[in-house]
């Protein structure tokens, strides 16, 4: 059980183009999704709270109109990199929590999206 | 300074080989603890949470030194398949979780 699944898993656009990402929980409900992004040698940096039925909540130095998040439903969220650029190349990974766990705080991982902006 | 520290390595032991890794945390509120796994180009999973008691799961033992603010991750006898980064992870009590930048092992026949 606690499987989250990532599409595309991998990603190349060019320049300006907007790249949809989804995450879904597969046999759990996630009330709330998170989104992170990991450059090369890098921590993973939690970009945003995605919570399902309102705005998304994200962290200091993230453009919230640049990286949309919605999440419709208990069992998907999807971010939206409007107008990439090659700086927004990275690995994209987003976690679910199953909130009827008992380890409360456990996150479930996607396997990540490779997007690379020419 | 990094909110959660850890010496990236690599750290190049051979098989059967025992290894510990560090990590330092610098906020004192955090309240939850664990050491994640994450092979290249994957996403990390829960390798084990860490508690002040100190817990064991098979080969690997997890130590937490609150008035220090310090983790620790043993591993024993070594195998290849343990070859992998390792993150340190902390939660201040919200749904944030803190990643390290990971250490890197490579076990080595």
């Known amino acids: 059980g606690a499987v989250v699944s990532q599409h595309p898993s991998w990603v190349i656009c060019k320049s300006g183009t907007s790249v949809k990402i989804e995450c879904r929980s597969l046999d759990f409900q996630a009330t709330t999704m998170f989104w992170y992004r990991q450059f090369p040698k890098q921590s993973l940096m939690l970009m945003a709270t995605?919570?399902?039925?309102?705005?998304?909540?994200?962290e200091q130095g993230v453009e919230k109109d640049k990286f949309l998040i919605n999440h419709a439903s208990l069992t998907l969220s999807t971010l939206t990199v409007t107008s990439a650029h090659p700086e927004d190349s990275s690995f994209y990974i987003c976690?679910?929590?199953?909130?009827?766990?008992?380890?409360?705080?456990?996150?479930?991982f996607g396997p990540g999206t490779r997007l690379t902006v020419l | 300074r990094k909110e959660v520290e850890q010496d990236p390595g690599p750290f190049n032991v051979p098989e059967g080989a025992t290894v510990a890794f560090n990590c330092t945390y610098s906020?004192?509120?955090?309240?939850?603890f664990f050491w994640y796994r994450q092979d290249c180009r994957k996403e990390p999973k829960l390798l084990m949470s860490?508690?002040?008691s100190g817990n064991e799961d098979g080969r690997f033992t997890a130590q937490l030194n609150r008035a220090s603010q310090y983790i620790s991750l043993l591993i024993r006898d070594s195998k290849l398949s343990d070859s992998a980064t390792y993150l340190c992870v902390v939660n201040r009590g919200t749904d944030k979780l803190i990643f390290g930048t990971g250490t890197r092992l490579q076990v080595f026949p």
């Open positions: 906020n004192s509120a955090s309240q939850s």
């Open positions: 860490v508690y002040s």
């Open positions: 976690s679910a929590r199953d909130t009827s766990r008992v380890s409360y705080n456990e996150q479930f």
């Open positions: 995605s919570n399902e039925g309102s705005k998304a909540t994200y």
